[in-house]
């Protein structure tokens, strides 16, 4: 049987889950960061607001974490801002019309009769721009690396990878969320999927095709937790 309460720790409102289990267990909820606290049954509150107060450097690390990542997350919605080659634009949404989204200068105009088909017409736009300057990386990098051209070229959102390969059928798969980052990513993505056309794994093979097709190869990956 659970028993919960909610208690306020400094000024931390912190919600509180007794259970059975062993240890007092503590973790910060995104997205907004709510504090969680499940301790064994028995332990008092004032136990657990002293874990609370140890713990407070870790959770304002987390909950900061959480606010920079709710900051840099994309809105869609008008009035909001995306991220398209590394570069912030707004987005203006204007009903009516077919749906289509367009780059006018730092913003992305957004025409359709509804937030339904402008969002559709956002995802197709997103995915337009990866296919546009993707595929002339494709096909100048396939030669100079001595691979062969992709039969297949895939464009969807992934959740966990930012590109695949299927290295018997020789399709590469593209994130359509790489048009968030700058061109340099998606170059460093692209050579990463071509090296799996030579090599399955990520051996030393690999990872010294890759060196030689972008020395900075390390730098530009990084460009991808930005």
């Keep these: 049987m659970t028993k919960n309460c909610s208690v306020q720790v400094d000024d931390l409102p912190v919600s509180v889950t007794w259970k059975r289990m062993r240890n007092?267990?503590?973790k910060v909820v995104p997205p907004a960061g709510e504090v969680a606290v499940s301790a064994p049954h028995g332990v008092p509150l004032e136990r657990i607001s002293h874990f609370v107060r140890e713990q407070r450097p870790w959770i304002d690390r987390k909950r900061d974490q959480l606010r920079d990542a709710a900051l840099d997350a994309d809105r869609f919605e008008d009035g909001g801002a995306i991220r398209i080659w590394g570069q912030w634009h707004g987005v203006e949404h204007r009903p009516g019309g077919r749906a289509h989204a367009r780059i006018a200068g730092r913003r992305l105009v957004v025409t359709g009769r509804?937030?339904?088909t402008r969002q559709r017409a956002i995802d197709r736009f997103r995915r337009s721009e990866v296919?546009?300057?993707s595929r002339p990386l494709l096909d100048s990098w396939a030669?100079?690396?001595?691979?062969?051209r992709p039969a297949v070229i895939?464009?969807?959102?992934?959740?966990?990878?930012w590109g695949s390969c299927n290295h018997r059928t020789t399709a590469i798969?593209?994130?359509?969320a790489l048009v968030r980052f700058?061109?340099?990513?998606?170059?460093?993505?692209?050579?990463h999927e071509l090296a799996h056309l030579r090599?399955?794994?990520?051996?030393?093979?690999?990872?010294?095709?890759?060196?030689?097709?972008?020395?900075?190869?390390v730098e530009r990956r990084k460009l991808l937790e930005a």
């Design 24 to 26: 007092i267990c503590l």
């Design 173 to 176: 798969t593209l994130n359509v």
């Design 143 to 148: 030669p100079i690396m001595g691979v062969p």
């Design 199 to 217: 090599h399955a794994d990520h051996g030393r093979g690999f990872w010294s095709l890759v060196a030689t097709a972008l020395p900075d190869h």
């Design 114 to 116: 509804d937030e339904v």
């Design 131 to 133: 296919e546009r300057v």
């Design 154 to 161: 895939r464009y969807r959102l992934m959740r966990t990878r």
């Design 182 to 191: 700058p061109v340099a990513a998606l170059e460093y993505v692209v050579v």
